[in-house]
T-cell receptor, first 112, second 110 residues
Framework: KAGVTQTPRYLIKTRGQQVTLSCSPI?????VSWYQQTPGQGLQFLFE???????NKGNFPGRFSGRQFSNSRSEMNVSTLELGDSALYLC???????????FGQGTRLTVV | QKEVEQDPGPLSVPEGAIVSLNCTYS??????FMWYRQYSRKGPELLMY????GNKEDGRFTAQVDKSSKYISLFIRDSQPSDSATYLC??????????FGDGTTLTVKP
């Protein structure tokens, strides 16, 4: 069974640009959650999508948005990038949405 | 105050030692408790998942949950150098959102 796939693995962007990250969950999983991981803040919850609907949202500004497609693949978009957005962005795939989540390798975003 | 507080570490132990990793929480609505292991430059990997108070064992790993004290622990017996990683506790409510601890970095020395 294929695991969670995130693309791209690494990304360098300039302040003010926007970026789109992609996550393909495990086949059959309907929930995809996104997290930001930084050394200072740990793993911070961004949002969760379940069957194409945003079910939960963390405390991030509106520059962070996401969506989920009918095949459960999900994208996360960050607009007007700031230096502080540099982080490892992880997505997690789950059957239920809050237990036994399986993480991808992450996308390491560097904003310069 | 954070909803989930994890012993910060880092922790360094000799091979074969018993390791205890701990988290406390403040939200009584948490019902699901997880432990993840994260190797450098990798995503977290689910180690243990428990629902109720008590102990759950899986090989060398034992997860313990005490809801009355709002305290969870992960014990690693006969620790190996390959156990060297960052360990994250996570908790979730029925509403579907997980909250993670900041992680404890463990080094097991041969």
């Amino acid at each position: 069974k294929a695991g969670v796939t995130q693309t791209p693995r690494y990304l360098i962007k300039t302040r003010g640009q926007q970026v789109t990250l992609s996550c393909s969950p495990i086949s059959g999983h309907r929930s995809v959650s996104w997290y930001q991981q930084t050394p200072g803040q740990g793993l911070q919850f961004l949002f969760e999508y379940f069957s194409e609907t945003q079910r939960n949202k963390g405390n991030f500004p509106g520059r962070f948005s996401g969506r989920q497609f009918s095949n459960s693949r999900s994208e996360m978009n960050v607009s007007t990038l700031e230096l502080g957005d540099s982080a490892l962005y992880l997505c997690a795939s789950s059957n239920t949405g809050y237990t036994e989540a399986f993480f991808g390798q992450g996308t390491r975003l560097t904003v310069v | 105050q954070k909803e989930v507080e994890q012993d910060p570490g880092p922790l360094s132990v000799p091979e074969g030692a018993i390791v205890s990793l701990n988290c406390t929480y403040s939200n009584s609505a948490f019902q699901y408790f997880m432990w993840y292991r994260q190797y450098s430059r990798k995503g977290p990997e689910l180690l243990m998942y428990t629902y109720s108070s008590g102990n759950k064992e899986d090989g060398r790993f034992t997860a313990q949950v005490d809801k009355s004290s709002k305290y969870i622990s992960l014990f690693i017996r006969d620790s190996q150098p390959s156990d060297s990683a960052t360990y994250l506790c996570a908790m979730a409510t029925n509403a579907g959102k997980s909250t993670f601890g900041d992680g404890t970095t463990l080094t097991v020395k041969p």
